[in-house]
């Protein structure tokens, strides 16, 4: 069971167009953060937020925590077929000694040419 | 210098079998995280190991376990494999345990498969 819910689970769009992905939780995090994972590799760390409606943004993305620290968007514009992959979100649970990642299931984005 | 790096890259074991995984962090990094990826899901929290003890474990079954040596890598064994562990294992290499916020990063994985 995902304790972050990713909408949509899926999204196809063509070059050029613009994208929002969400994350939301019912859970606050000591941070969050966006991954992009390819096929057959690990994923790579995006952007981390961490106080409440914090927007950060990295080129063509826009990443938004939302107030309460249980939501996140990201946002694509003008997007390339290089931004293809699996966009998860992962909140950070802390405690005195250790932290722990828990991911949504997340987004699959195609952009094609 | 070297990123995350996981042995085997692939593996195919038969039901009732035993696996281990490897992972070598970061150098630099006292801290691994082991993750399961299941076919189209997310990455579910396994171990944390930091400094060769367990600091943190996930909602996984007592077949599951793990160990981190002087070197700071760490293996994951799997005992008695089912179908169901059939998935990406994913291991994250961070400084120390509370550092996952700005300092994650993960290996390519081993992708296991049981037949």
């Known amino acids: 069971t995902q304790l972050l819910e990713q909408s949509p689970q899926f999204l196809s769009i063509q070059e050029g167009e613009n994208l929002t992905v969400y994350c939301n939780s019912s859970?606050?995090?000591?941070?969050l953060q966006w991954y992009r994972q390819e096929p057959g590799e690990g994923p790579v760390l995006l952007v981390t937020v961490v106080t409440g409606g914090e927007v950060k943004k990295l080129k063509r993305l826009t990443f938004q925590f939302g107030d309460a620290r249980k939501d996140s968007s990201l946002h694509i514009t003008a997007a390339q077929p290089g931004d293809t992959g699996l966009y998860l979100c992962?909140?950070?649970?802390?405690?005195?000694?250790?932290?722990?990642?828990?991911f949504g299931a997340g987004t699959q984005v195609v952009v094609t040419p | 210098d070297a990123g995350v790096t996981q042995s085997p890259t692939h593996l195919i074991k038969t039901r009732g079998q035993q696996v281990t995984l490897r992972c070598s962090p970061i150098?630099?990094?006292?801290?691994v995280s082991w993750y399961q990826q299941v076919l189209g899901q997310g990455p579910q929290f396994i171990f944390q190991?930091?400094?060769?003890?367990?600091?943190g474990r996930g909602n996984f079954p007592d077949r599951f376990s793990a160990r981190q040596f002087p070197n700071y890598s760490s293996e994951l064994n799997v005992n008695a494999l089912l179908l169901g562990d059939s998935a990406l294992y994913l291991c994250a290499s961070s400084e120390g345990p509370r550092a996952m916020s700005t300092e994650a990063f993960f290996g390519q994985g081993t992708r296991l498969t049981v037949v």
């Open positions: 190991y930091y400094e060769k003890e367990e600091r």
């Open positions: 150098s630099g990094h006292k801290s």
């Open positions: 992962a909140g950070l649970t802390l405690t005195d000694s250790w932290g722990k990642l828990q």
């Open positions: 859970s606050v995090f000591s941070s």
